[in-house]
């Protein structure tokens, strides 16, 4: 009984262990220019003198999670107008980390989208073509860690929304997600994309206006 128990108190505990983190927002405003800027590479080191306070805050730790980065990161996004964000996907990209992106046709093209930026910049972008969203949030990171929750990447969400973010460690989980993602970028081969429909359908969604988002330091 006592051999029961102990064993299921190590199984409980290496599942705990398995969560790495969660975050909480609306993230505290502050400015991530340090590490936007040291993962540029070489170069030098300019204090950076923008009035925003400088410190943690839960954007700054999802940026610097994503920065961490060194092979493959897979993001399957419905909204991505984060500039923060954007431009660290873009550092990843440049450093020659592979990158793919699955997200929604409609709010890929809305004012204030990352999302031609990154399709600019050489990376690889599917879309859905469904009748409803492609609402997934979610990002793999080296095959081995998976950040999900409620948060789009958008500044609303991240300045405003009561939002969370799991951060996950874990190989099970990391292969179920992976095998979504692997699905939907299949599924979503522009090979299959159908512009010029035989009969006229009814348009697939409302699209709801997104407010256009402004980088804090440009």
């Given at each position: 009984?006592?051999?029961?128990?102990?064993a299921?108190?190590?199984?409980l505990?290496?599942?705990?262990?398995?969560?790495?983190?969660?975050?909480?927002?609306?993230s505290?405003?502050?400015?991530?220019?340090?590490?936007?800027?040291?993962?540029?590479?070489?170069?030098?080191?300019?204090?950076?003198a923008?009035?925003?306070?400088?410190?943690?805050?839960?954007?700054?730790?999802?940026?610097g999670?994503?920065?961490?980065?060194?092979?493959?990161?897979?993001l399957?996004?419905?909204?991505?107008?984060?500039?923060?964000?954007?431009r660290?996907?873009l550092?990843l990209?440049?450093?020659?980390?592979?990158?793919?992106v699955?997200?929604?046709?409609?709010y890929?093209v809305?004012?204030?989208?990352?999302?031609?930026?990154?399709?600019?910049?050489?990376?690889?972008?599917?879309?859905?073509?469904?009748?409803?969203?492609?609402?997934?949030?979610?990002?793999?990171?080296?095959?081995?860690?998976?950040?999900?929750?409620?948060?789009?990447?958008?500044?609303?969400?991240?300045?405003?929304?009561?939002?969370?973010?799991l951060?996950?460690?874990?190989?099970?989980?990391?292969?179920?997600?992976?095998?979504?993602?692997?699905?939907l970028?299949?599924?979503?081969n522009?090979?299959?994309?159908?512009?010029?429909?035989?009969?006229?359908?009814?348009?697939k969604?409302?699209k709801?206006?997104?407010?256009?988002?402004?980088?804090?330091?440009?």
């Amino acid at each position: 009984m006592a051999l029961e128990a102990a064993a299921y108190w190590l199984l409980l505990r290496g599942r705990r262990r398995r969560a790495r983190e969660v975050l909480f927002f609306p993230s505290r405003v502050t400015c991530v220019e340090g590490l936007l800027a040291a993962a540029a590479g070489p170069g030098p080191t300019l204090q950076c003198a923008c009035p925003l306070p400088h410190g943690e805050s839960a954007l700054g730790r999802l940026v610097g999670l994503l920065l961490t980065t060194r092979r493959s990161l897979e993001l399957c996004l419905f909204a991505f107008s984060s500039p923060q964000l954007g431009r660290a996907v873009l550092l990843l990209h440049r450093r020659g980390v592979r990158v793919r992106v699955v997200t929604d046709a409609d709010y890929m093209v809305l004012a204030g989208s990352q999302v031609g930026r990154l399709r600019k910049a050489g990376i690889q972008v599917r879309h859905d073509q469904d009748e409803g969203y492609m609402h997934h949030k979610f990002a793999i990171i080296d095959k081995k860690v998976v950040i999900t929750g409620s948060l789009n990447w958008t500044t609303q969400a991240i300045q405003t929304n009561r939002e969370n973010v799991l951060i996950m460690e874990d190989a099970d989980c990391v292969k179920v997600f992976l095998a979504e993602f692997e699905k939907l970028w299949e599924n979503y081969n522009p090979a299959s994309y159908i512009f010029f429909p035989e009969e006229k359908q009814v348009p697939k969604k409302n699209k709801c206006s997104l407010a256009i988002e402004k980088p804090f330091n440009k």
